[in-house]
Nanobody, 115 residues
Framework: QVQLVESGGGMVQPGGSLRLSCAAS????????MGWYRQAPGEERELVAA???????NYADSVKGRFAISRDNAKNTVYLQMNSLKPEDTAVYYC?????????WGRGTQVTVSS
């Protein structure tokens, strides 16, 4: 099983920055893709960014140039650096990993962008 613990959410003014972290633990041999989804009230969950074990990353069009995903394979941790935040980035952000157990999810962390 894989357990995921997210941190780094909070409230920030438009134009500000936040860095989310997600650490994976449990009995697994390796983690493949790691990433982040988000879900705003009344909206469907959408993929924000993902990164493979080799370091290849992809992003939603809405965050390209503002967000950066990275990972530390030694720590089984994925990060999401969010810059130039906008009110429309407000959502609960969920990390996920793909392993031999399939896809595992974190509990989510709230990000609120408001003046």
């Amino acid at each position: 099983q894989v357990q995921l613990v997210e941190s780094g959410g909070g409230m920030v003014q438009p134009g500000g920055s936040l860095r989310l972290s997600c650490a994976a633990s449990g009995s697994f041999f390796s983690i493949n893709t790691m990433g982040w989804y988000r879900q705003a009230p009344g909206e469907e969950r959408e993929l924000v960014a993902a990164i493979t074990s080799g370091g290849s990353a992809n992003y939603a069009d809405s965050v390209k140039g503002r967000f950066a995903i990275s990972r530390d394979n030694a720590k089984n941790t994925v990060y999401l650096q969010m810059n130039s935040l906008k009110p429309e980035d407000t959502a609960v952000y969920y990390c996920y990993v793909e392993s031999v157990y399939g896809r595992s999810w974190g509990r989510g962390t709230q990000v609120t962008v408001s003046s």
